[in-house]
């Protein structure tokens, strides 16, 4: 089975701490992605990567960017948290474009 | 731009019942569907996927069908159960390689 791990699910941080959200994928997956997901909003795509050391803005980069520096890795950072970066993130992987999509348990972020 | 909607946003049902879940998506140009479970607080768990040259894809209880030209999707599932009872989302893949989400329709299956 794709196993696509978010190592945390639950973090408080204060405003203007910088942020390090980690996933890792263990199916040498091509695609990596990261969304957020807010009641009423639905999901949004932040960041998505192709490749490693590759990376593309989704709907919502603003306060946020990323890193893939090894394949089956994708970080998100928030440089400064705000209180409005409050919510469940969500990391995904595929195998290319085309293929199903993977996703971990998620990353509940509560900034204060 | 494109939007997908799922429509209702929630729905009841007593077990046994068969049942379908409706996704409408505005631009027909689209590489592939998929539909997804999430439990609360949980993560995604894909369902099935249709890629665009497909109609239907089947995995057990659930059978999903695709009209592109119509442009909507239907998620069946079969004598439903207890267990179904989640928020089930479409997503479609567009040509440029994003997934857009619908935003859900969470389903209550009573016993």
């Known amino acids: 089975d794709v196993k696509v791990t978010q190592s945390s699910r639950y973090l408080v941080k204060r405003t203007g701490e910088k942020v390090f959200l980690e996933c890792v994928q263990d199916?040498?997956?091509?695609?990596m992605f990261w969304y957020r997901q807010d009641p009423g909003l639905g999901l949004r795509l932040i960041y998505f990567s192709y490749d490693v050391k590759m990376k593309e803005k989704g709907d919502i980069p603003e306060g946020y960017s990323v890193s893939r520096e090894k394949k089956e890795r994708f970080s998100l950072i928030l440089e400064s948290a705000s209180t409005n970066q409050t919510s469940m993130y969500l990391c995904?992987?595929?195998?290319?474009?085309?293929?199903?999509?993977?996703f971990g348990e998620g990353s509940w972020l509560t900034v204060v | 731009k494109q939007e997908v909607t799922q429509i209702p946003a929630a729905l009841s049902v007593p077990e046994g019942e068969n049942l379908v879940l409706n996704c409408s998506f505005t631009d027909s140009a689209i590489y592939n569907l998929q539909w997804f479970r999430q439990d609360p607080g949980k993560g995604l768990t894909s369902l099935l996927l249709i890629q665009s040259s497909q109609r239907e894809q089947t995995s057990g209880r659930l059978n999903a069908s695709l009209d592109k030209s119509s442009g909507r999707s239907t998620l069946y599932i079969a004598a439903s159960q207890p267990g179904d009872s989640a928020t089930y989302l479409c997503a479609v893949k567009n040509q440029g390689g994003k997934l857009i989400f619908g935003q859900g329709t969470e389903l209550s299956v009573k016993p």
């Open positions: 199916m040498d997956h091509e695609n």
């Open positions: 995904a992987s595929s195998l290319t474009a085309g293929n199903t999509i993977y």
